[in-house]
């Protein structure tokens, strides 16, 4: 047995995979994967959206702030290199706005779409971030760019297609919208924050959102405090949906190189689906399944593209 755990690294190694890389990223795909679920745990246990997304990038907020003096050690300058003009503060303010507004339509569209639904939905972000930057380079889509095209636009479609009059098409709107927002905040975040530090990058976004969420739950006079009972699945959200995925993509994504961490990031629709499939006894539909294929391969094919360019 002793033999095989020290062999199977071996195997991997001699393919030019790295075990421990591949790990990280795929154990941070299965993390990113549990936050809708826990999302609709806590609805379950009666935390309201604003109040939710206060909690998570509130307590988020707390670790990341900790972090950046020994982030600010071992980088130094944490703002980057390259000057900071009042063009580039633009850019990186509507990344920040584009990175609330997606969080906010996210968890209002999971109270009423169901998490199968929402991960084929949302995970049409890496085909828009493609269609952003060929508006935004106005450039012709090559041959690999326009079958990811088809094939996510296919998917959607396939997922939305003969049911739709049993999905809430406004709830699965926001959804969209907040994965077009989210393709948006990745295009103006690597042109507004490339070269600043990650960490400091979310000790910016948390508290923006945090923030964001207070101001909500104040004006729709949403309660603050929530339940014992919601305790347990907002410090799940908190923990394994994202300070610990985050790290171990960052950590994952520095042994492996980009491109390959992207593509096994992949792994985090399946992960999702999954989990909702376990933990809450969601039902997945033929067309659900096909759509969410095409759209896999989708992403696949704009990530491994992004290899090439």
């Given at each position: 047995m002793?033999?095989?755990n020290t062999t199977?690294?071996?195997?991997?190694?001699?393919?030019?995979?790295?075990?421990?890389?591949?790990?990280?990223?795929?154990?941070?795909?299965?993390?990113?994967?549990t936050l809708a679920t826990l999302t609709k745990l806590s609805y379950a246990a009666g935390v309201a959206v604003p109040t939710l997304i206060a909690w998570r990038?509130?307590?988020?907020?707390?670790?990341?702030?900790?972090?950046?003096?020994?982030?600010r050690r071992r980088r130094g300058n944490l703002l980057g290199r390259e000057p900071w003009s009042t063009w580039r503060l633009a850019t990186a303010a509507v990344a920040v706005a584009c990175f609330v507004g997606n969080t906010t339509l996210y968890?209002?569209?999971?109270?009423?779409?169901?998490?199968?639904?929402a991960a084929v939905l949302f995970y049409a972000y890496p085909v828009l971030v493609m269609l952003f930057r060929?508006?935004?380079w106005r450039e012709g889509p090559s041959f690999q760019q326009s079958i990811a095209l088809a094939f996510g636009l296919s998917g959607v479609a396939l997922t939305l297609g003969w049911q739709w009059h049993q999905v809430d098409l406004p709830s699965a709107a926001l959804m969209l919208s907040s994965a077009t927002l989210y393709a948006a905040y990745i295009v103006l975040a690597h042109r507004g924050l490339r070269d600043a530090s990650p960490v400091f990058a979310t000790a910016i976004l948390f508290p923006a959102?945090?923030?964001?969420?207070?101001?909500?739950?104040?004006?729709?006079?949403?309660?603050?405090?929530?339940?014992?009972?919601?305790?347990?699945?907002?410090?799940?959200?908190?923990l394994c949906?994202?300070?610990?995925?985050?790290?171990?993509?960052?950590?994952g994504s520095v042994r492996l190189g980009?491109?390959?961490?992207?593509?096994?990031?992949?792994?985090?629709?399946?992960?999702?689906?999954?989990?909702?499939?376990?933990?809450?006894?969601?039902?997945?539909?033929?067309?659900?399944?096909?759509?969410?294929?095409?759209?896999?391969i989708a992403a696949m094919l704009v990530r491994g593209e992004r290899r090439q360019t």
């Amino acid at each position: 047995m002793k033999t095989s755990n020290t062999t199977a690294p071996r195997v991997l190694r001699s393919y030019g995979i790295d075990p421990l890389g591949t790990a990280a990223v795929l154990v941070s795909a299965l993390g990113f994967g549990t936050l809708a679920t826990l999302t609709k745990l806590s609805y379950a246990a009666g935390v309201a959206v604003p109040t939710l997304i206060a909690w998570r990038f509130g307590l988020a907020t707390l670790l990341v702030l900790a972090a950046l003096p020994f982030e600010r050690r071992r980088r130094g300058n944490l703002l980057g290199r390259e000057p900071w003009s009042t063009w580039r503060l633009a850019t990186a303010a509507v990344a920040v706005a584009c990175f609330v507004g997606n969080t906010t339509l996210y968890f209002l569209a999971l109270q009423s779409v169901s998490i199968t639904l929402a991960a084929v939905l949302f995970y049409a972000y890496p085909v828009l971030v493609m269609l952003f930057r060929l508006l935004g380079w106005r450039e012709g889509p090559s041959f690999q760019q326009s079958i990811a095209l088809a094939f996510g636009l296919s998917g959607v479609a396939l997922t939305l297609g003969w049911q739709w009059h049993q999905v809430d098409l406004p709830s699965a709107a926001l959804m969209l919208s907040s994965a077009t927002l989210y393709a948006a905040y990745i295009v103006l975040a690597h042109r507004g924050l490339r070269d600043a530090s990650p960490v400091f990058a979310t000790a910016i976004l948390f508290p923006a959102a945090t923030i964001a969420a207070v101001t909500a739950a104040l004006v729709t006079q949403a309660p603050l405090l929530v339940e014992a009972s919601a305790l347990a699945p907002i410090l799940a959200i908190v923990l394994c949906a994202t300070v610990l995925p985050v790290q171990l993509f960052l950590f994952g994504s520095v042994r492996l190189g980009p491109t390959p961490a992207a593509l096994l990031g992949t792994f985090e629709p399946v992960a999702s689906v999954g989990i909702a499939l376990l933990a809450l006894g969601e039902q997945l539909t033929v067309e659900q399944l096909a759509g969410g294929l095409l759209v896999v391969i989708a992403a696949m094919l704009v990530r491994g593209e992004r290899r090439q360019t």
